[in-house]
Nanobody
Framework: QVRLVESGGGLVQPGGSLSLSCAAS????????GGWYRQAPGKQREWVAR???????NYADSVKGRFAISRDNAKTTLYLQMNSLKPEDTGLYYC?????????WGQGTQVTVSS
């Protein structure tokens, strides 16, 4: 069984930074691709960033150059460093693990960017 728990969300002013964490239980973490998604009010969930088991990363164009995804396999934790935050970054942020076609999700952590 895989359980994901996000933390680190909050309220931040435009231009500020936040760091999200996603602690995972289970034994698949080091083998799985990790990702972050977000959902703004009234909108569909959208992909933000991905990191493969080997460490390769990809980002949505909207966050490229501002966000950084990383992982610590020893701690079975996924991270998302978010800099230069904008109001349009506001949303519920979910972490995801994908392993042999199965998706595992956390409950989400709220990020609000507002002055």
């Amino acid at each position: 069984q895989v359980r994901l728990v996000e933390s680190g969300g909050g309220l931040v002013q435009p231009g500020g930074s936040l760091s999200l964490s996603c602690a995972a239980s289970g034994t698949i973490f080091s083998l799985a691709a990790g990702g972050w998604y977000r959902q703004a009010p009234g909108k569909q969930r959208e992909w933000v960033a991905r990191i493969l088991s080997g460490g390769s990363t990809n980002y949505a164009d909207s966050v490229k150059g501002r966000f950084a995804i990383s992982r610590d396999n020893a701690k079975t934790t996924l991270y998302l460093q978010m800099n230069s935050l904008k109001p349009e970054d506001t949303g519920l942020y979910y972490c995801n693990l994908n392993y042999i076609g199965f998706d595992y999700w956390g409950q989400g952590t709220q990020v609000t960017v507002s002055s």
